[in-house]
């Protein structure tokens, strides 16, 4: 079973700009789920999308925005893009999104922005 | 919501046993997870516990679960250098899909 795979591995944008990253979920899971990382912050919360419609969020402003298609598979977008969103942007799959099915990430998109 | 923290730093020699601690603050949590991640790449999953559970045993991987101190532990037996990595306990509430990630464990195995 093919594992969660993010597009692309690594994104070079300038300040002002806008980017849109791609997930694909694994094969059946319906939840899809968006984390930041961050050398000083640690992991955090972005938000959370099952069967199409965004069921959690974390405390991110609004230039954040995601969405998730029929076939599970999710984008997000930041638009008017700082210097401090460079991160490891991870994404995440899970069966249900309920207790007893974990998380499953794939490897990560590198945005730097400079 | 939760509070999940763990110790940043753990050095280890090569063969030793390693164990990373995690203490979580809601007694609601009730599954607990550990995940792995190597530079440049995404958290693996590499077991998880249910609350009711005190112990769980995988290979070389043992979990412990304090639930009256809300305290987990992963040992690894065995340590081996490809065991040097960033560790994250995660905490899940029961059938919500809001997991609670510590700030990492870098465990460093010396040869």
């Known amino acids: 079973k093919a594992g969660v795979t993010q597009t692309p591995r690594y994104l070079i944008k300038t300040r002002g700009q806008q980017v849109t990253l791609s997930c694909s979920p694994i094969?059946?899971?319906?939840?899809v789920s968006w984390y930041q990382q961050t050398p000083g912050q640690g992991l955090q919360f972005l938000f959370e999308?099952?069967?199409?419609?965004?069921?959690n969020k974390g405390n991110f402003p609004g230039r954040f925005s995601g969405r998730q298609f029929s076939n599970s598979r999710s984008e997000m977008n930041v638009s008017t893009l700082e210097l401090g969103d460079s991160a490891l942007y991870l994404c995440?799959?899970?069966?249900?999104?309920?207790?007893?099915?974990?998380?499953?990430f794939g490897n990560g998109t590198r945005l730097t922005v400079t | 919501g939760e509070d999940v923290e763990q110790s940043l730093f753990l050095s280890v020699r090569e063969g030793d046993s390693s164990v990373i601690n995690c203490t979580y603050t809601d007694s609601s949590s009730t599954y607990l997870y550990w995940y792995k991640q190597e530079p440049g790449a995404g958290l693996q999953l590499l077991t998880y516990i249910f609350s009711n559970m005190d112990m769980k045993q995988d290979q070389r991987l043992t979990v412990l679960l304090n639930k009256k101190d809300k305290h987990l532990s992963l040992r690894i037996a065995d340590t081996q250098t490809g065991d040097s990595a960033i560790y994250f306990c995660?905490?899940?509430?029961?059938?919500?899909?809001?997991?609670?990630f510590g700030s990492g464990t870098k465990l460093n195995v010396k040869p």
């Open positions: 094969s059946g899971h319906r939840s």
């Open positions: 995660a905490a899940q509430l029961y059938n919500f899909n809001k997991f609670y």
């Open positions: 995440a799959s899970s069966l249900d999104g309920k207790g007893n099915s974990p998380l499953h």
């Open positions: 999308y099952f069967s199409e419609t965004q069921r």
